[in-house]
Each structure stands twice: as structure tokens, then as C-alpha cells.
Nanobody, 128 residues
């Protein structure tokens, strides 16, 4: 059984930065891609960013493009989300997800429906 553990959330002022980490453990697994999603209070979960196994493909939601950066360290089975210029609209619970099998299109990593494992979430609160 694969477990994903996120860390790095917290309280930050508007304009500040945070770096989220997510590490996969629990056994040998082929990682096709990993992604970050978030859910704000009263809203549905939405896509934030995703990265392919080799890191040669990254995807971002329009709302975070240019401010957030996703990266990975395959040796550590870890994916990161560097979040800069945070605003109150970024306040949410952030979840990482892992896809273990191939997809016909890597852009499908932008959809939560294609992920096999999920972390428990880490809360990010941005204050004004």
C-alpha cells in the first residue's frame, strides 16, 4: 500500500511564499506522475499542478501559472510545490496525488480522476 505524506503547509501573509513537499512510501511503485490539488472552504477540489515522472512535462492551473512551481526528486519519491506571491485566494487544503499506471495523454494528469493514491492534505492559510 502506498502512502503519501504532505508537509509544509501553514500560515503566511499575502505576498509570501511556502514550499509544500509530498513523499510516497510503502513499497516499490512505478510513478507515472504526481500532482497537487487544492480545496478551498465551500468549494470543490481543483487542479493546481502536475509533473510527469521524468519531469519533462509540467502542467499548471491558470490561477497559479507564473507563481507556483512543481518539481520532483525521484530518488526520494518526493514532489514539491513552491508557492510564491501567495494571495488569500490560495487559502485551501492542498493534496498531493500519485498516478502509478500510464495514461494515453499526459495532460490527463490535470484530472483528479486519473490518480490512484492521495495524501491526507496540508492546510495553507494566507492572511491579508
Amino acid at each position: 500500500q502506498v502512502h503519501l505524506v504532505e508537509s509544509g503547509g501553514g500560515l503566511v501573509q499575502s505576498g509570501g511564499s511556502l514550499r509544500l513537499s509530498c513523499t510516497a512510501s510503502g513499497g516499490s511503485v512505478y510513478i507515472y506522475g504526481m500532482g497537487w490539488f487544492r480545496q478551498a472552504p465551500g468549494k470543490e477540489r481543483e487542479f493546481v499542478a502536475a509533473i510527469s515522472r521524468r519531469g519533462d512535462a509540467t502542467y499548471y492551473a491558470d490561477s497559479v501559472k507564473g507563481r507556483f512551481a512543481i518539481s520532483s526528486d525521484n530518488a526520494k519519491n518526493t514532489v514539491y510545490l513552491q508557492m510564491n506571491r501567495l494571495s488569500e485566494e490560495d487559502t485551501a487544503d492542498y493534496y498531493c496525488a500519485l498516478r502509478v499506471a500510464g495514461l494515453s495523454l499526459r495532460t490527463q494528469l490535470k484530472s483528479e480522476h486519473y490518480y490512484n493514491y492521495w495524501g491526507q492534505g496540508t492546510r495553507v492559510t494566507v492572511s491579508s
